[in-house]
């Protein structure tokens, strides 16, 4: 971990011999060994013995008011526990070098228990304090605390947060009380963000149903584009936005494939009214088509790509005619129909949210569009003899997803007046098949992305090792990326029991993944597990080694 002010959280330096600022002129700690006194040398003796007394005693007090102002309210991140510490000012005597005054505190063993307490608070991360003795190769410590102070006086934050919604910031729409307090430590005194955020679930809902009750819950503006739902990476898929395209899932499907960028799309009641002959699963439909005449809508345009947004409603007219137009190429009349359906030129199907079952208010989980797909799955591989070919998986564990997320959270840094590239995004969830799978897998693409480049093959492809559905389109308008890992933090208030066996167990050979999507259980593994998302942005906090309001002192 870098050095920096929360290594030493009651120091900051104060050089002896420095002219007070005009009015206005905000504070900076400087190194005395920039300034020059009033007779432009670094006599460390003003002409005035009685002058250096005033002008030491009016910056030490002004910086313990600083310091205890900026110091006071975060330097343990422990908000529930309010813990009060005695600071006075203390500073060397007069010395020949270019050495400085410091603050200090005076009792050893009070910041021994205030590490101690932190310690625990953020399990395991430890905080250094820093002995007034020596440093090991003989050099002045107040050195380093001047160079510390003034970097993170400087900090811009070059990492950020994304956060799954349910279980982790909320259960159903109920806010946990954690996640707002943990939301609070990413914002400076005057109530800004100072670290960008970003949300990613695997619903399917419009952007705005989301953002408003997280911006609600959480007390900060969250904008549409912040909230990334299951199918919302599909904005990438340019090249099937003017296409015929099939959508299915249940409500508000048809804005949902408008909102991604697609503009000509249909559903399966279209297709239904243009082949009443098709769905016989649907026995009130066979009885209807048995007496008259019902003639096919031959001017129904082919159906060019399948979009799977989610599970549906009556999931057998869906698969029989699911089935129907992809061995058709989209057009289910007798002139298309296959004479061996194993030469098929399969219809793209792109489909999101392939999580198997999921967990409600019953006793157990209830299947989701990841069951529906294997139910289509099966009948295609039973009928052609082969294995459903997806043409892209969008959602989470899938990388395409963490990688328009990390387009999001640079989009955000800027907004909210950051100009550092994001090095880190942390990723905050509750489920260790879906969250922080996601979150190795998409660390393991950048790993293999940064090697290709430090190796200078910067034309290759990091593509290679994933089956096609999972590639990034090399199209896809998106920032460069600027991200060297992502860290994954598994919280304990929903999916996942870390007091209870939930899951698959080690000596159970049961994978809930797509077929599409290894087995690899040591992925399933985060980089931390935390209580909550309080002590989760403790530990980013700390680890990172930053403070919102260090930025905001230098912006005053």
């Not at 529930?80 to 410091?102: C, G, K, M, R, W």
């Not at 489909?351 to 139910?375: E, I, S, T």
Request: net charge negative.
């Amino acid at each position: 971990m870098p050095h920096g002010a929360l290594d030493h959280p009651y120091l900051l330096c104060v050089p002896r011999d420095y002219h007070v600022p005009s009015v206005g002129t905000p504070y900076r700690p400087l190194r005395a060994s920039r300034l020059k006194t009033s007779d432009n040398s670094y006599n460390r003796y003003p002409h005035s013995r009685k002058n250096e007394r005033l002008i030491t005693t009016i910056l030490t007090s002004f910086a313990f008011i600083s310091t205890f102002h900026f110091f006071q309210r975060k330097r343990t991140y422990q908000m529930e526990h309010d813990f009060a510490y005695n600071v006075i000012l203390q500073y060397t005597s007069p010395v020949t070098s270019d050495e400085d005054a410091i603050i200090t505190s005076t009792d050893d063993k009070d910041l021994r228990d205030v590490s101690s307490k932190t310690n625990d608070v953020t399990s395991g991360i430890s905080i250094k304090v820093l002995d007034q003795s020596r440093n090991k190769d003989g050099s002045d410590p107040s050195c380093d605390v001047v160079k510390d102070t003034e970097s993170v006086l400087g900090n811009e934050a070059d990492f950020g947060v994304l956060f799954d919604v349910d279980g982790v910031l909320a259960r159903g729409s109920t806010p946990l009380t954690a996640a707002v307090e943990g939301i609070r430590l990413l914002k400076d005194d005057q109530g800004n963000l100072r670290v960008p955020v970003a949300f990613v679930t695997n619903s399917r809902n419009c952007n705005q149903d989301n953002a408003a009750p997280i911006q609600k819950w959480l007390d900060i503006q969250v904008t549409p584009d912040q909230v990334i739902h299951a199918p919302t990476p599909m904005k990438l898929l340019t090249k099937f936005h003017d296409k015929h395209v099939l959508v299915i899932g249940q409500e508000y499907r048809v804005e949902i494939a408008h909102g991604l960028g697609f503009t000509n799309v249909c559903t399966l009641a279209d297709i239904q009214k243009a082949y009443p002959l098709l769905d016989m699963v649907d026995h009130e439909n066979r009885n209807v088509v048995a007496v008259g005449n019902h003639p096919e809508d031959t001017h129904f345009p082919a159906v060019e790509a399948v979009l799977l947004l989610g599970e549906p409603i009556d999931w057998e007219s869906h698969l029989q005619l699911l089935v129907d137009l992809i061995l058709t190429d989209g057009k289910p009349v007798s002139g298309h129909v296959p004479t061996d359906v194993h030469c098929v030129r399969q219809l793209p199907v792109i489909a999101c949210n392939m999580d198997l079952v999921f967990m409600h208010q019953a006793c157990m989980p209830r299947f989701g569009h990841g069951a529906f797909l294997v139910c289509l799955d099966a009948l295609y591989k039973k009928i052609t003899g082969k294995d459903l070919k997806y043409t892209a998986l969008i959602g989470k564990p899938c990388e395409i997803t963490y990688c328009y997320a990390e387009h999001v959270i640079n989009d955000v840094a800027k907004r909210i007046g950051i100009n550092k590239p994001i090095r880190k995004p942390s990723f905050v969830g509750d489920n260790p098949d879906t969250d922080v799978l996601g979150a190795n897998l998409y660390d393991r693409y950048l790993q293999r992305n940064w090697a290709n480049e430090d190796n200078g093959n910067t034309e290759g492809s990091t593509d290679h090792d994933l089956p096609e559905c999972r590639t990034i389109p090399k199209d896809a308008k998106l920032y460069d990326l600027t991200c060297r890992t992502k860290e994954s933090l598994l919280v304990g208030t929903g999916v996942y029991k870390p007091d209870q066996l939930t899951g698959r167990a080690d000596s159970v050979d049961v994978y809930y993944g797509h077929r599409d999507i290894m087995n690899e259980p040591e992925l399933t593994k985060p980089t931390r597990f935390v209580p909550d998302v309080f002590h989760g942005m403790q530990h980013i906090l700390v680890y990172e080694n930053f403070d919102p309001n260090a930025v905001a002192l230098v912006e005053a």
